[in-house]
């Protein structure tokens, strides 16, 4: 039996939700509500001490951040496999994955400089000083406190964006003459990628892409094609959400003339 915990807007689950979907294995929900906090609690510490989603069960067995679990959930089953057979092209998905995480990171930054700041700006300074303390990463807790504090002034807001243009770079540079990240085919780096690019389009910065790079704008806009794009978005997402996300992201940066590099 395999069973997701993971958010309904998580940027990580939706990049796991793809990857079941590919593979096309049956899985149970065990939704966790972020914005409620639902993963401080101690029933879901006990599950991830890190205190973030996704985790994925496996009979009992708990697997570890999205694109570990992406790539295990791959060797599950023969049925369209898309870990690539050669090791070069191993390397390379290897490779996405580790740029993954700083991916997360930037649209994390993106994310939480504009609609969770909005969001958190609702609360007390009390409630918002619990929230802080009760994040088990203190050196993330204190990047969030900044973002909430200062939105797109924020100095780690401009390094985001520098990393984000680079992906962008990055994945022009790799689809070379090939419509997919590598070789001929649909690949795990392309179902590793797409979910960070959703929620750059979200946020209203699709610009990052669409002005620069036309091989980026047509691999983007082949898999969010793919029924796993649709299977893993629309059923889950919490649709007020993603307006409220889109709405905030296009007012935080789009204005903002200090990103004019990038946008
Ligand atoms: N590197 C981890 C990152 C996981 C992560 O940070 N997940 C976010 C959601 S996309 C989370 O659970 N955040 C909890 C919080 O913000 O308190 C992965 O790829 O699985």
Known sequence: MLALYHGANSVCSIKVRIVLKEKNLEWESRHVDLPKGEQFTPTYLAINPRAIVPVLNHDGILIYESSVICEYLDALSKYNQLLPKSSYDKAKTHVWGIYCLEYHDSVNTLTFSSYQRKMLLDKTPQELAARWAAMPDQIRAHKLKDLVERGASSNYVYVALERLARMCADVEAALGENSWLIG???????????????????????????????????????????????????????????????????????AHTKFTDFL
């Open 184 to 254: 001929d085919n649909y690949s795990l780096a392309d179902a590793l990628l797409t979910a960070y690019f959703y929620r750059i389009e979200c946020l209203g910065l699709n610009i990052l892409w669409e002005r620069r790079y036309p091989k980026t704008t047509s691999w983007y806009a082949q898999v969010k094609a793919r029924e796993s794009f649709s299977t893993a978005t629309a059923p889950w997402l919490d649709e007020e959400a993603v307006r409220k996300i889109s709405k905030v992201g296009k007012e935080t940066f789009l």
